[in-house]
DNA sequence: CATGAATGAGTTTTCATTCAT
DNA sequence: CATGAATGAAAACTCATTCAT
């Protein structure tokens, strides 16, 4: 395991070694538990070296959120293809979304558990990668309100809000799909999918539970 | 006025007074980061006695979950009132939901956040609770079923998954609606509810999105 | 185990049951292991009555030296009787050591080992004791000679390094036959004494080895 | 002059610095009572530097142990040139423990005072020490029973206990040489030596004291 | 560039000891 | 008398971070 001893090897590649091994170890220990040294051993440089290259540990943490959160999005968007129709594409981004998480446990860790839980510099970052996703959701709502020739004036409310609760109900189901037996990336999408075109469907056709008047 | 320094109070009391302090700081610092200087010094006590009552920092931890976790359930369940019927009880379990995630951040924090990345002991004790709110969802589910006169025999993995699907919308929207300005406990249990509803009724219409061969 | 919770009793009463356990605490502990907590429950009374009682750690810790070098000069000097030849005293005396030191282990730990490693104030007492039983061996010595018809002028340096020897052995097989399965005190007692009275012989003869002018 | 606050040293260097800091301060105040804090600033070092070489207090104690019982064991096989009668190099070895262990108050205090009372772990490092004196007296004795022609058949049992008195007294002896002014080692190897070879000549001879019928 | 050597500041935890009731 | 409530002080240990070479 670990990188071979190899010596002179270009910034860019020491750089990648290292975050890969940060982005191992702060998804398995979390932030705090995470040490420098063992970063450091697992990437096979030396200590001071990180610190060259990435400066703190606050830093080093901030590019691996940085790195995989672009990564997610990444998949998530070249998942889909935009001339396909709005639910295709949905389902596309869902399957994207899960499997992506699903092969990089630690990564997902990392933006979903440990970037939440330790302050704002490192929430913020994840809060800008999820703002992409919800945006592309809504559009990919607005894009069926269209195709189903549907005035596109949808109340903006509960639009962002139907947006929000299905990412939101995606992220869950990712750890819930990464940590349970015999659930796969396919099934999540398929539950999640159902979810979601039900509660658009419901809401193109203006039809909804009313809360009582409490 | 204020907390003054008081002294000599039973045992109860400081051990409450403790709770409190913890669940605040584990709420904003994080388990790791937050420390038991800072835990003590909020609760106006000497950190000895934290350690005396408490007995470890995991302790106090666990017992900081048990608590919030309590507290959770029997705001949902005293929420609801069983002889009313199932759409209204499912609306009243998830306004006292987040009503009380709301008015509890810190223990949200905790439950939702916190206890979840940082290792076995912590999560299982999570995990209960999450299981019960599920049971409770997943008999809501059943409920109305019964009353839409249905056929009681819905596919058991269906339900599990949109019960699953449900609460952990719920838990993300919980987030969320906390950190929205302008966003009441209400409209986030209206959003949710819709969507619940929604899927509730297409999974018993037996009508449901096919995913493409692939 | 411990005292039944048995209220009123003698100020003497509680003191020794204080001293009980904490003989029995320092001894298997150590000093510096051993708790006033452990003490106090192990005796059965709260720790502030300990500190009412004998002031600190380490007053506590003095008193229990006390008590126990007293016990086993007591013992040592009750197991011979002076009308007897001074090898049989000898004999009698060196089973009373072993037999008293097997069944007070506790103690003996306390003044061999815990007493001597901690600092002057409590290694001044056991050597005390252990003048005491110094005194009690050269006198023994002295008294042999006389019944030999030798003179008294044995020479005072060579008396006392036997007697010192003596006694260091001594402790030393005590030590050793509380560990060593199968040895008892009556064999260890055969052994020293087998030792002595030869080393004794060859001083009263005048015989000895010489060293090498070196 | 002195140990000025030298930088930058090789490892070697300074852990043998920490160790000589170790020894003085565990000899001196005892396993539990010697802190971490002052064995590195006797050594001259910071607390995290002493962790960085030897890991824990344990280890730390461990490694004393080790090298101490090393260079004893050692000092006493160097003092003897085995082509020497067996009575003399028994002289010869008492001579070296009693100069080593007086030039080496604290090692020896390690060895003979806290290793012993601290536990299993350490007790066993000291036990292994002892043993191979034990054996190295052993050898001696029988070498000296066929120098005198007699049969080598002494039974082992009495053997034994001779040689464990033996180093018994001789650890006894020399904290007493320690401890006593005016007390050389030469003294106290004559003093020892008389006694063993007493002893020895009784064995061979089969004559020993006869205790009473009990 | 790369690294072995080094540390200041902080962590959790324990313990002897004292009062107010 | 007896005790539940409370703490100051210090212990072992860790870690992010920096230089001199």
Redesign the interface.
Known sequence: MGAVKTKRMPRAVRERQMLDAAVRTFGQR????ASMDEIAELAGVSKPLVYLYLNSKEDLFTACIRREAAALVKAVRGGVRPELPA??QL?DGLGAFFTHTAEHPDGW?ILH??A????EPFAAEVAGMRCELVAFVTELILAAAREAHRDPDLPAR?VA??A??????A???AA?ANATEGVSA?QA???????A???L???MRGS??T??A?
């Open positions: 979390g932030y705090r538990s639910d295709r389902w860790a558990f440990q939440r839980t330790h302050g509960e809000g139907l929000e609760a299905l990412v939101g109900a992220e869950s189901l819930w396919r999408a398929a539950t999640l999918m159902n979810f075109w039900a509660g469907g419901n809401m909804s539970w809360p009582p409490a």
